[in-house]
């Protein structure tokens, strides 16, 4: 293939949501950008996905928003209830959104992607479909060698792995991990039209306002939003299985019905509606002990190094942030400050705490939504107590208003973490005086401006 001259040459295995933000990110950062995916259609299957502040926060930094417009829906009220739908925390999402700055969104999966390929494009990533990658070969000198299955060659100054659960990017470097469902909880998704809702009186308190309602149940809960400008009610019912569940399954909907037969009535009505479902399975990947090759010319990102169970909303959000961290340290990269192995030391040295942490959050959160009957989830709900006054907790097992997990996992800012990982990298790298430790920064600030050229300290050429 034709390839331009003193590019960073970066290729992407894998066109998701992870994969597409990256490619936004690098290409934004001024790195030539081509995106290898498996599926002979650009899309996503499945229903709704929460796009929490800190993805809303790179939504908007890249224009993703306005292209998507308002399929982007805000929801003013979560509700924490009891399975029979008794209220026993929450409140309104404007504090989480005025603290930090930033919208939290509910929306569809495919318009979700329509709006990531839509930027991936107009910043110039070359999107190939029907591209599944069969080889990778990294180990010799010079670029990596990329091979799809119908037998297009590609090469790469850097290769990332943003190819999902299966990647064969991981398997490629890592053939010994993985992915498995810790437990044998997993979810069913579902989407049914509010039009069809609202023509039941006794729903009305659940579609008089775009809320996100969570019902919490021993070994199950199920969470609620609207998608689709408003259009779609969308469902995420968790559950257990007598066995992990390891791949996407078609359902009996007596089953699907049936796991939720002691739920709220209300809710139990819009499950009736519901046509036909799926059962996703939750796999979990890692902790990896590194992300990338010890070229550091191959890396994953998103659910290839870390997939995680959803009960925190974060599995594409923490694929995004990587996206956009991976941009701002290629970005250093490109105009010459870091060299390629130095960008990927920080973002691995940065990200891998990052995401792992995600994955301990996001199985407390399942573990506090699936509470058996019992003392602790009455603690639970008289914890939350003071949510339903109307006050905000300074503690609350509700983590999704909490305020130390709403800053922590909420308000995180991949891209100004990364601009201070490039810093501290920078500072610490930075020549000093054997002696004293006296850096160049410091002897310009203090003595190199009077002192004579010849006579000046710290001069580069002398390290
Ligand atoms: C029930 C449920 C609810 C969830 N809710 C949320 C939520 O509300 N918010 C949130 O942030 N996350 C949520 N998640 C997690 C989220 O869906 C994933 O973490 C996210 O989609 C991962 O994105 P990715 O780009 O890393 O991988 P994927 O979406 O898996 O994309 C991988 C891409 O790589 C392609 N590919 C695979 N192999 C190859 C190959 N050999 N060659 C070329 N291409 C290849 C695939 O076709 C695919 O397009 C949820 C997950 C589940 C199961």
Redesign the pocket.
């Known amino acids: 293939m034709a390839q331009k001259q003193n590019t960073l040459r970066v290729g992407l ?9 990256a490619a936004i990110a690098i290409a934004r950062a001024g790195a030539d950008v081509t995106v ?4 002979q259609e650009l899309g ?1 299957i ?1 229903a ?5 502040p800190n ?1 809303a926060r790179l939504l908007r930094a890249w224009g993703v928003d306005k292209v998507i417009g308002d399929n982007l829906v805000r929801f003013e009220e979560l509700n924490l209830r009891r399975k029979d739908g008794t209220k026993v925390g929450g409140g309104p999402t404007i504090r989480v959104e005025k603290t930090l700055g930033q919208p939290w969104w ?1 929306v569809h ?1 495919a318009h979700l992607h329509e709006g990531l390929v839509d930027v991936a494009r107009k910043n110039g990533c070359d999107i190939h479909i029907d ?4 080889s990778i070969s990294y180990q010799t000198p010079g670029p990596v060698q990329v091979q ?2 119908r037998g297009a060659t590609f090469s790469f100054d850097l290769l990332i792995g ?8 991981r398997r490629t470097l890592f053939p010994s991990v993985k992915p498995s469902p810790p437990t044998t909880n997993c ?3 579902a989407v049914v039209p509010y039009s069809q809702i609202r023509k039941d009186p006794s729903l009305v308190e659940l579609v008089s306002k775009p809320t996100m309602e969570v019902w919490m149940a021993p070994h199950a809960y199920i969470i609620t939003y609207p998608i689709s400008a408003g259009k779609d009610f969308n469902m ?1 019912l ?1 559950h257990h299985r007598p066995n992990p569940v390891i791949a996407v399954e078609d359902v009996d909907m007596n089953d699907f019905r049936n796991d939720y037969r002691d739920f709220d009535p209300r809710i139990r009505k819009i499950i009736d509606m519901v046509p036909t479902a799926k059962r ?3 796999l979990v990947t890692g902790p990896l002990d590194t992300w990338s090759s010890p070229q550091k010319n191959v890396v994953l ?5 870390h ?4 009960h925190m ?8 942030e ?1 996206g956009a961290f991976l941009g701002r340290v290629l970005r250093e990269t490109v105009s010459g400050r870091l060299s390629l192995a130095e960008a990927i030391t920080i973002y691995e040295k940065s990200r891998m705490p990052k995401a792992y942490f995600k994955q301990q959050v996001s199985f407390l959160n399942g573990y506090i939504w699936h509470l058996p009957e019992g003392q602790a989830a009455i603690n639970r709900d008289k914890a939350m107590e003071v949510e339903l006054k109307g006050e905000q907790p300074m503690r609350t097992p509700n983590l999704y208003v909490d305020p130390t997990t709403v800053l922590e996992v909420y308000g995180y800012d991949a891209e100004a973490d990364a601009d201070e990982a490039i810093r501290s990298f920078l500072e610490q790298h930075e020549s000093k005086d054997e002696s004293t430790g006296i850096t160049k920064k410091e002897a310009d600030k203090i003595l190199n401006w009077f002192l004579p050229e010849e006579e000046r300290f710290l001069i580069p050429s002398k390290f």
């Open positions: 295995v894998g066109a998701g949501i992870g994969g597409l933000a290898l995916e498996a599926a996503e499945g709704g996905i929460q796009m929490t993805a509910l999966r591209s599944r990658v069969a799809t299955e943003s190819d999902g659960v299966g990647s064969i990017v979810a069913y998704r995420v968790s996703w399975p939750l990102m998103g659910d290839a190094a997939s995680m169970v959803n909303a974060q599995g594409a959000a923490t694929a995004m990587d």
